[in-house]
């Protein structure tokens, strides 16, 4: 039974963190929205700037709707930014632009693990759906067909993956990005600073859902391991 109080104790702790985190990346992004770059670049052109840099021009740069819903999309091959970063001209829409296209950049070179987190997608999406019929099913069947557990797993294992995944892919796309606004001379100093605070802060939201996703699949195996040995 320890390990079962372990896994509550765990999961509220990740909960609250997770929470902490959210709204520590939203004050972040809000402090550095306020302080204009030097180099007076919106975010579009911040995009379009690192984009030709790495000599990249099938890539477009889209303006979206939403907070923070920016991503590169490497199916349409656009860079896709939210209302506030494409027409901001500071230090949090700089840094969230070139980590965007910190990921274009990934896609051009091949990047190993952006290539295998692309064709995790649609297995991903399709565990994703089931996830939620499969864990009551399994719970409701646990003692008398365990092996529905198995399934559940197995769909909650994928999604971990994806998690885990995502993680060395969203530092990397950061480093390219802090690299570049350096090298470029668009963010230096005191507005380097600033980007790398408010990526990192953004990177820290993946770190704990990955964590959370992996207590999720230890749990259920803690789960199947005790039905079985009953």
Not at 87 to 94: D, L, Q, T, V
Not at 176 to 183: E, K
Request: include cysteine; proline fraction near 2%; charge should be neutral.
């Amino acid at each position: 039974m320890g390990a079962y109080y372990g896994y509550f104790m765990v999961a509220g702790i990740l909960s609250v963190v997770g929470m902490v985190v959210s709204q520590r990346l939203k004050s972040k992004f809000k402090k550095y929205s306020g302080i204009p770059v030097s180099s007076g670049l919106s975010g579009r052109e911040v995009a379009e700037q690192m984009l030709h840099h790495f000599g990249i021009n099938d890539v477009k740069v889209v303006e979206g709707r939403g907070f923070l819903t920016d991503h590169y999309n490497p199916a349409t091959k656009t860079v896709n930014l939210s209302e506030g970063v494409y027409r901001g001209r500071n230090i949090a829409a700089a840094a969230v632009a070139a980590h965007e296209c910190g990921h274009a950049v990934q896609h051009a070179e091949s990047y190993s693990l952006l290539q295998m987190r692309s064709a995790l997608v649609p297995v991903v999406n399709l565990s994703a759906m089931a996830q939620q019929w499969l864990l009551i099913i399994a719970f409701l069947t646990l003692s008398s067909m365990p092996s529905i557990m198995l399934i559940t797993i197995a769909a909650f294992a994928v999604t971990t993956l994806f998690s885990l995944v995502t993680l060395p892919v969203e530092f990397d796309a950061s480093r390219r990005a802090l690299i570049w606004l350096d090298d470029s001379g668009v963010a230096r100093g005191a507005e380097y600073e600033g980007a790398k605070d408010a990526l990192w802060w953004a990177a820290m939201t993946y770190v704990v859902a990955a964590l959370s996703a992996l207590v999720m699949v230890l749990y259920l195996i803690l789960q199947y391991n005790r039905a079985t040995s009953d």
